[in-house]
């Protein structure tokens, strides 16, 4: 595992820092927060049905309506999957920790947790990926849709 190194880039008007982890760029707490502090906002294009969804942009994608997928542009893009997350994602598409959280601990969601009760869709084998968050709970291999987080 390699170092974490220092911030690289504030993220303007949210508690959070844009940095560099052991899973590559991934967001901060800036400071030690509260349960319920919004950190970051998902924003960006939306864009539907999924396979016209950009193929270099499909690992981001995220579902917000049946079929229907926004394309993260601000800094919501590099919050990191974790089982045990300290975030979650709200109603407006806002990043909100889920916990205490304190400063300089990496902010997390789970990325196969269903937040809304629409049908799901088959789950692509492109977001499939090797955890290695290190919790108890840890699921190792995400791929597949969870319910409720672990
Ligand atoms: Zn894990």
Redesign the pocket.
Same mark, same amino acid.
């Given at each position: 595992m390699e170092p974490v190194a220092p911030p690289i880039r504030p993220v303007p008007h949210w508690p959070a820092l844009l940095t560099t982890t052991p899973g590559g760029l991934g967001l901060i707490a800036d400071g030690d927060l509260p349960p319920g502090q919004p950190v970051a906002r998902y924003e960006g294009p939306v864009v539907g049905p999924f396979d016209r969804v950009p193929e270099v942009e499909v690992r981001y994608a995220i579902l917000i309506a049946p079929d229907t997928w926004l394309v993260p542009l601000s800094s919501a893009r590099y919050v990191n999957h974790? /089982?045990d997350p300290n975030c979650t994602v709200d109603d407006l598409l806002t990043v909100v920790t889920a916990r205490p959280v304190p400063a300089g601990a990496e902010l997390t969601i789970a990325y196969n947790h269903a937040t809304f009760d629409e049908p799901l869709p088959p789950w692509d084998p492109r977001w499939s990926f090797d955890?290695a968050?290190g919790?108890p709970g /840890?699921?190792g291999r995400v791929d597949d849709w969870r319910r409720d987080p672990t």
């Open positions: 974790a /089982c955890c968050c919790s /840890c699921q």
